[in-house]
Nanobody, 116 residues
Framework: QVQLAESGGGLVQPGGSLKLSCVAS????????AGWYRQTPGSQRELVAR?????????QYTPSVRGRFTISRDIAKKSLFLQMNSLKPDDTGVYFC????????WGQGTQVTVSS
């Protein structure tokens, strides 16, 4: 059974940076998309960034993070990353690593708080 483990969340001031990491244990199909979602209290989980598959070169970003966040991966190490720069208070939330879309595999989430 595949499990995803996130790390790297925390408290940061506006304008600061954080890097999230996600490591998969077990075998994940290469055609599964790989992405990061976030959720705030009272809101639905929203897509932040993703690769459509292991062979996809161009990631997709939600407009609000484009130019500030960068998703990357190390396929051999079954790892996914999210570099977050120029963080804003609106970026606050629980960030989840995901493989396979909304009906796929989820990590436990890591809290990101952007506040002065």
């Amino acid at each position: 059974q595949v499990q995803l483990a996130e790390s790297g969340g925390g408290l940061v001031q506006p304008g600061g940076s954080l890097k999230l990491s996600c490591v998969a244990s077990g075998s994940v199909p290469s055609n599964y998309n790989a992405g990061w979602y976030r959720q705030t209290p009272g809101s639905q989980r929203e897509l932040v960034a993703r690769f459509i598959s292991d062979t996809a070169d161009t990631p997709q970003y939600t407009p609000s993070v484009r130019g500030r966040f960068t998703i990357s991966r190390d396929i051999a190490k079954k790892s996914l990353f999210l570099q977050m720069n120029s963080l804003k208070p609106d970026d606050t939330g629980v960030y989840f690593c995901n493989r396979g879309g909304t009906n796929g595999i989820w990590g436990q989430g890591t809290q990101v708080t952007v506040s002065s």
